[in-house]
């Protein structure tokens, strides 16, 4: 590799260097980084010291940390197979730890596991990081891992990953550090599964999950479900420096303007989750800053291709030249969003083809299409709801174009209570609001393989349905990115579904609370924020 690679590369990637060492990565997790980057080990040990110097500024220890997001029930849960609102994420991932973490720009770190490798992409042989213990002093052993990842095949456990987790058709010890997975099929993006909420490693033979014991950065002092969580520093955990605050408050206030006035009174250190009509008040606040993170969820207009009028393809194509992308980015998210090109696959993902640009706002192109299909001037039906994040305001900005060329869009708004069991799916032309997901195979599963559960506009294609198991037995991580590339192309060019921007997460906060970065895991760091953040005295 070239002296001018290398700049470019460390341009780049210096911050993803930096953010795995925040979090415990190891000399060697980060070698192997450069390695599969095509960094040289000299090149690389000289990148190591760098980042580790960028690093020098020791965080502040101590305090309390107050956070509160915007949802909560009598059911959460300290289980994380069952975990589904935020409020749970954020318990578990400050209870419990995962095999390995995804960081800032899709790059994978270990964390409980010290290596993940196979030859095939079959089978998986997990090698257990040394001297872990849980809260109550027990070492963690091979045998955690075989019964935090079976009991997600067990229907008992309710797990909500279920579906994914049905791929692993075994799980054994191979000795105490030695774990072997095997896959029903191969799949190369296990390891970044792994990495997903639900895949917490419990203790092994745990019934009752109300003590949250976990290997986790803080012990569980209190818990009231629908109420709020109080935790306390693990001192004996096993990442060097962290965690950095001394104890952590987790509840919910789900009316907005009360999180955001608890933020500005200084009630709270951060307020979760907050709308774009709030910006002005914050920014206009003393002491406190706004964290955007564009982690990949986006809100989508789907045509039913099985139904009228989504049979007409012409009418699909149409209105992806109809959405003037730049006014949703600007008006209705007020630049909390980045221009989408038609697939799920966002800019944070590392597979994201940048290649495919976005269609431009073109009404004459519409026009065109809609006269080819013989629909201009007729009345096409467009059910929205609050419950998809600013559908009622897409289909706003959709309609006033389409009534400037003759072309006539009926909002039917619906109430949200509902919305996603009566509407989502079943009606012929309606938006979905999909959360952010760690790999496209995961996406493309979900929502546009010819029996996926949620393929939304009913796209259906033999030869997209190959590549997609072509790509997911791939260990060529160059090959996978280019077959990933072409399934980009065939979703935004062939598929039903329009998707105008993906759309950011802001998390409002105390200016005094340092160490919050983006993660492609959503909004809150990930929902991990508790272990990283601290605060300035």
């Known amino acids: ?103 800032d720009g899709g790059s994978l770190s270990m964390e409980l596991a010290d290596s993940i490798e196979s030859s095939d992409a079959k089978v998986w042989i997990v090698k257990l990081k040394s001297g872990v213990t849980f809260h109550d002093g027990k070492s963690l052993t091979s ?72 290997t986790g950065a803080f012990k569980l002092e209190s818990f ?45 250190h951060l ?23 564009t982690a990949g969820n986006y809100t989508n207009l789907n045509f039913r291709m099985d139904m009228e009028p989504g049979s007409k393809f012409d009418l699909i194509e149409g209105v992806k030249y109809l959405f003037d992308r730049e006014l949703i980015q600007m008006a209705v998210m007020r630049g909390l969003a980045e221009v989408a090109n038609d697939q799920p696959i966002s800019a944070m993902n590392a597979y994201h083809n940048a290649d495919l640009k976005p269609r431009a706002f073109d009404p004459e192109k519409a026009k065109h299409h809609f006269e080819k299909a013989g629909l201009l001037g007729q009345t096409i039906p467009v059910v929205a709801s609050d419950a998809a994040t600013a559908s009622v305001e897409m289909a706003t900005v959709l309609q006033q174009a389409g009534s400037k060329i003759g072309m006539n869009f009926d909002i039917q708004r619906v109430p949200s209570d509902g919305y996603w069991s009566n509407y989502w799916l079943k009606a012929p032309v309606h938006f979905g609001n999909i959360n952010p997901r760690p790999t496209p195979d995961i996406l493309f599963s979900l929502l546009y393989a010819s029996n996926a559960p949620w393929n939304e506009s009913q796209y259906k294609s033999e030869k997209f349905d190959s590549m997609l198991a072509e790509a997911r037995g791939e260990l060529d991580n160059e090959k996978r990115k280019t077959i990933y590339g072409e399934m980009q192309v065939m979703v935004a060019n062939e598929a039903g579904t329009v998707i105008p921007a993906y759309l950011s997460n802001v998390d409002a906060k105390q200016t005094k609370l340092k160490g919050l970065e983006p993660n492609p895991l959503g909004g809150q760091m990930g929902y991990a924020m508790a272990e990283y953040v601290w605060l300035e005295a």
């Not at 580790?52 to 020791?58: K, Q």
């Not at 792994?194 to 745990?206: N, P, R, S, W, Y």
């Not at 935790?231 to 999180?259: C, L, W």
């Open 1 to 103: 590799m070239s002296k001018s690679e290398i700049n470019n590369w460390t341009r780049t990637d210096d911050a993803m260097v930096e953010d795995a060492i925040r979090r415990g990565a190891s000399r060697r997790d980060i070698m192997r980084m450069f390695l599969a980057g095509g960094i040289g080990l000299a090149a690389g040990g000289s990148l190591f010291a760098r980042a580790t110097s960028a690093l020098a500024v020791t965080p502040v220890k101590g305090g309390h940390f107050k956070a509160a997001g915007w949802s909560s029930s009598t059911s959460d849960t300290l289980d994380p197979a069952k975990a589904s609102l935020s409020t749970d994420y954020v318990r578990c991932c400050s209870l419990y730890n995962r095999l390995t973490f995804l960081n």
């Open 271 to 293: 307020g979760a989750s907050i709308k774009p009509q709030s910006m002005r008040l914050l920014e206009s606040a003393s002491g406190v800053d706004l964290v955007k993170s």
């Open 224 to 268: 009231e479900p629908g109420v709020r969580s109080l935790m306390s520093r693990n001192e004996n955990y096993f990442k060097p420096g962290g965690p950095h605050v001394d104890s952590f408050e987790y509840f919910a206030i789900p009316d907005e303007m009360a999180r955001v006035s608890a933020v500005i009174s200084g009630d709270i």
């Open 143 to 214: 045998a955690d891992v075989v019964f935090s990842l079976m009991r997600h095949l067990d229907k008992e456990t309710g797990s909500k990953v279920n579906a994914i987790a049905k791929q692993i058709t075994g799980v054994k010890a191979v000795d105490p550090l030695t774990v072997e997975i095997t896959l029903e099929a191969p799949n190369a993006d296990l390891p970044t599964i792994l990495a997903m909420h639900h895949f917490m490693i419990v203790q092994d033979g745990t019934t009752d999950f109300s003590k949250g014991i976990g």
